[in-house]
């Protein structure tokens, strides 16, 4: 379903001074069942799996793989070249930047923001270093937290509302506080299945 003045397919336009590819983009691919909200942007060159959901005025970059069943809420932005696995949920107003890998089932609870460039535009050097961070299975990063470039977010990790990530956080810690620190290991009742035993209940 395509939503009142959605935007399906849009080719990027690009400044004079950007380093991004140029080359015609292949046409987007829009998975069954998934909905394109009203006034959303989704740009050609991205995939987008089944029973997806674009917010209302959400956007979508060139070059993204969305898995299935992904919710991107209301106004968020996902960057180019950036990977989305099934089941996760990006909230209202987030943004989350290129060159982003979000596994499965990850939470990016509203307002988050993720960067990718460390020297912020300027020498040559960043080109090679420009990554933004990795968010493993099942992570969560809860309300106006932000991520800074190149970081990992291990699996099933806790990010504080509010924090400030500037170094890998281990997979099932909870981290809080500006810089982040872990303060304690997620609770054992809030661990999702294991991938295989979810897969032997269905």
């Known amino acids: 379903m395509i939503g009142d003045h ?3 397919g849009k080719q990027p336009a690009l400044s004079p001074r950007s380093t991004a590819s140029r080359e015609e983009l292949p046409p987007l ?26 917010g209302d005025q959400a956007c979508v970059r060139e070059r993204c793989e969305i898995g ?11 960057e180019n070249d950036t ?10 107003n987030a943004y989350v930047t290129a060159y982003s890998t979000l596994e499965e ?3 990016i609870a509203p307002g988050v923001i993720t960067t990718n460039d460390n020297f912020m535009g300027r020498t040559e050097k960043r080109h090679e270093l420009r990554r933004g961070p990795t968010i493993r299975r099942g ?6 937290a932000v991520l800074c470039p190149g970081v990992e977010i291990g699996e099933e990790a806790y990010v504080g509302a509010g924090a400030v990530v500037v170094r890998d956080v281990p997979a099932r810690a909870v981290v809080v506080g500006n810089p982040a620190r872990k303060i304690r290991d997620v609770a054992t009742e809030e661990l999702l299945p294991a991938p295989s035993a979810r897969a032997s209940d269905t």
């Open 68 to 78: 299935d069943d992904v919710v991107i809420g209301r106004g968020s932005l996902v």
């Open 6 to 8: 959605a935007v399906v």
């Open 29 to 54: 691919e829009l998975g069954d069942g998934s909905i394109v909200s009203a006034g959303a942007i989704v740009f050609a060159g991205s995939r987008i799996g089944a029973r997806v959901i674009v």
């Open 139 to 144: 992570a969560r990063v809860g309300g106006g």
């Open 83 to 92: 990977m989305i696995g099934a089941l996760t949920k990006v909230q209202a």
């Open 105 to 107: 089932e990850v939470f």
